[in-house]
């Protein structure tokens, strides 16, 4: 178990944020998070602090995953990237993993979210 995590959320729905965070809590007791979703937003917080992960919501009003993904990589920003979709579109997950998402999750399955952040973490932290 990690002793702190520091998430950012891209997303519109603070609920959905507030879930996805709460499925971490057998990852990490501690984990601190923001949430954000438009374009300047994204573009502050990045700059602001250092990430452990940073969970990219599909369909944003502004945004889709695809362009917030390519805008990251475009700074230069390392930090895995998880793309999370409401419904399964194949097209839309195979741009977001071409793009350079670390992985693409189906928001309704909050165990298989836990998982991938768990075995990306992993991976970074050893």
């Known amino acids: 178990m990690l002793d702190k995590l520091k998430i950012l959320f891209i997303e519109d729905s ?21 949430r954000v979703e438009t374009k300047s937003e994204i573009m502050k917080i990045i700059k602001k602090q250092d990430w452990d992960i940073i969970v990219i919501d599909n369909a944003l009003p502004q945004l889709t995953a695809k362009e917030v993904i390519e805008l990251i990589k475009k700074k230069g920003i390392e930090t895995p990237l998880i793309s999370v979709s409401g ?3 194949f097209n839309v997950k195979d741009q977001c993993l ?23 973490l992993k991976q970074d932290f050893g």
């Not at 603070?14 to 923001?34: G, P, Q, R, T, V």
Request: one cysteine or more.
């Open 98 to 120: 071409d793009a350079g998402a670390a992985a693409f999750v189906l928001k309704d399955n909050l165990t298989e979210f836990a998982e991938t952040i768990e075995n990306i």
């Open 87 to 89: 419904s399964e579109m």
């Open 14 to 34: 603070e609920n959905d944020a507030l879930l996805m965070k709460h499925s971490l809590k057998n990852i990490c007791k501690n984990i601190y998070h923001e």
